[in-house]
């Protein structure tokens, strides 16, 4: 389970989603529109860590302790705000990507981790 790549690439795989549900929710805006301001910050919320992620995968080439410990604090809040969302089946194949991805951060520590 020591795969640093996997574990790095799984972080485009969450941007990417993250990324693909923010714009769902940016064109759902008009649907909802008494909730314009909430649907409007998750999406934003939603872009934003895209962004984190990838800069994280981009950063974690090399060891850097406080970018591994900063994308294991947003898998796990990935985790566990989706426990507090209404869960439907997105949900909670969304956790279980996150969930995946932190088991395989955590096997992986040494190599991001400086010595």
Not at 23 to 33: E, K, M, N
Not at 58 to 63: N, Y
Not at 72 to 88: E, H, P, R
């Amino acid at each position: 389970m020591n795969n640093p790549k996997l574990a790095r690439y799984s972080l485009v795989l969450i941007s990417t989603l993250l990324a693909f549900f923010g714009f769902g929710t940016f064109i759902g805006l008009a649907d909802h529109p008494d909730f314009i301001i909430w649907y409007a910050f998750y999406a934003l919320a939603m872009f934003i860590e895209a962004v984190v992620l990838l800069f994280c995968f981009i950063r974690l080439k090399t060891p850097d302790k406080s970018i591994f410990w900063l994308t294991v604090s947003i898998l796990g809040a990935n985790i566990v705000l989706t426990i507090f969302d209404q869960v439907g089946p997105v949900d909670i194949l969304f956790m279980a990507l996150n969930i995946a991805a932190l088991a395989v951060f955590y096997f992986s520590r040494k190599n991001f981790l400086p010595a």
